[in-house]
């Protein structure tokens, strides 16, 4: 496992599906210059998904492969597929910055924060049910994959005051605004504050 340097840090992103934490980390992340660790799954791909940015989509016999060579670091099961994080490429992306971001479900989250410590910080992103339910559909989920995923909405909900810092996102400007402030004080980048 890789071990972090004092001034590196890990920005987690968690909350229930459908919130928008892939969309928030992503824009905060890039006003930040942090780099994104993308996890490894062995579900197909949604229509609006690119291998290698939204996920690492591979087959289970490579997952396996991986696994028993213990690259993963943390590995979880949601809807009966599996996913991934591999410490070869947390490693990489420090590399290149000294801050990095995943989006995990509670149980990477979770994984993570014991792993690393106070390295790690959880940020919680959650929406009314209602919305999250609209936004699955408008990126093309099923009826039977929204009901499985509201289903799981209470259980999602009460992670959050595991978390360092709660953001409802229902307006994306104003979430993302918010939230990078809230980060550049980890990162003491001094941004502007305009306003």
């Given at each position: 496992m890789y071990a972090l340097k004092e001034r590196e840090m890990v920005f987690v992103f968690t909350g229930p599906h459908g919130a928008g934490r892939k969309t928030v980390a992503e824009m905060s992340g890039s006003t930040l210059g942090m780099k994104q660790v993308i996890s490894y799954t062995t579900r197909p791909p949604?229509?609006?998904?690119?291998?290698?940015?939204?996920?690492?989509?591979?087959?289970?016999?490579?997952?396996?492969?991986?696994?028993?060579?213990?690259?993963?670091?943390?590995?979880?099961?949601?809807?009966?597929?599996?996913?991934?994080?591999?410490?070869?490429?947390?490693?990489?992306?420090?590399?290149?910055?000294?801050?990095?971001?995943?989006?995990?479900?509670?149980?990477?989250a979770r994984t993570l924060k014991e792993l690393y410590g106070e390295h790690v910080v959880q940020i919680f992103i959650y929406a009314q049910p209602e919305l999250l339910a609209q936004r699955m559909r408008e990126s093309g989920d099923s009826e039977e994959i929204i009901a499985k995923y509201i289903s799981y909405y209470e259980e999602e909900m009460a992670y959050r005051d595991h978390c360092a810092h709660v953001f409802e996102n229902v307006d994306l400007a104003h979430t993302v605004f918010d939230l990078t402030k809230t980060l550049d004080q980890y990162l003491n980048r001094n941004l502007l504050d305009l306003d």
């Open positions: 949604r229509a609006t998904e690119v291998d290698g940015q939204d996920y690492h989509f591979i087959s289970p016999a490579q997952f396996a492969a991986s696994k028993e060579d213990n690259e993963f670091i943390e590995v979880s099961t949601v809807n009966d597929h599996l996913y991934g994080i591999k410490s070869a490429d947390i490693e990489q992306m420090f590399q290149q910055s000294g801050s990095i971001y995943l989006i995990l479900n509670r149980f990477g």
